[in-house]
């Protein structure tokens, strides 16, 4: 009898205890620029690299099964030039909840010491922002987000980084850390920009909605689970989400993030 329990016990399936496992991404963001002074500035840029880790439950098996997902870090990399009446090069990080463990690094230019390449994640059990997954729709539906009503605003130079937008399904203390520098002193002023280094340190809740108010919250995954997509275009053809800034102008970007499976944050079978 103790034999037969123990050979039971040998050659039983795994148990797992964990209820719920972890899936790093990376990120392929598409910024775009708009709405700057006679146009000069605007510009899309393609291949914004960033991060992105995702909490997902998981059934008694350890299969990711339907219910709450958590983003536990986000992270992007502007790095661009505008060389047109006016040149500028944006180097600045955008990151939830922290950069390589900092939540407010000390560099800011791209020749500070430190200044890192990426943002990593290095562990965070809390989430930035919640939604829930729905794996026969294919989707994420981030929770609820009530958006600063700027956000959806058709003046350049309303939504900034003091609007105030709160939910779960909004990321919290977003940072904006970096630095703008322009060459070319009228031509920065209508930018809202200092001639030389523009030192960057923001921090606010990014709403996760696409389009005009009513839009659905949605990002679509793939059944593996292993790419996210936001919606590309709202249908005014802007991107999908709408970044705040403190220069007259208006930011988009929109992601595709794929499976990383070399991160060992990735613990999802």
């Not at 000390?106 to 729905?134: M, Q």
């Amino acid at each position: 009898m103790i034999v037969g329990f123990l050979l039971a016990m040998f050659f039983a399936p795994p148990a797992f205890a964990a209820d719920s496992c972890t899936i790093a991404y990376r990120v392929d963001a598409t910024l775009e620029v708009s709405d700057t002074q006679f146009k000069k500035g605007d510009v899309s840029v393609d291949g914004v690299r960033g991060s992105l880790v995702i909490e997902y439950p998981q059934g008694a098996q350890g299969q990711v099964v339907d219910g709450k997902v958590k983003v536990l870090h986000y992270a992007m990399y502007e790095s661009f030039k505008i060389d047109t009446v006016v040149n500028i090069t944006t180097t600045i990080h955008h990151f939830t909840p922290a950069c390589n463990g900092s939540d407010e690094p000390t560099w800011r230019r791209a020749s500070d010491k430190g200044f890192p390449a990426a943002c990593r994640y290095t562990g965070n059990e809390r989430p930035v922002a919640i939604g829930v997954l729905r794996k026969d729709d294919n989707a994420i539906e981030w929770g609820r987000c009530k958006a600063a009503p700027s956000y959806w605003a058709a003046d350049r130079k309303a939504y900034t980084f003091s609007s105030k937008s709160r939910g779960r399904g909004c990321l919290e203390k977003m940072r904006a850390v970096g630095n703008i520098h322009c060459d070319g002193r009228l031509a920065c002023k209508w930018g809202g920009l200092n001639g030389g280094d523009n030192p960057q340190f923001d921090v606010w809740t990014q709403p996760l909605i696409h389009g005009p108010a009513g839009s659905d919250h949605s990002v679509t995954v793939s059944p593996d689970l292993s790419t996210i997509k936001t919606p590309v275009y709202r249908s005014d053809g802007r991107q999908s989400y709408n970044l705040p800034n403190n220069s007259p102008s208006r930011t988009w970007f929109s992601w595709v993030a794929t499976r990383n499976d070399s991160s060992p944050f990735t613990t999802c079978p």
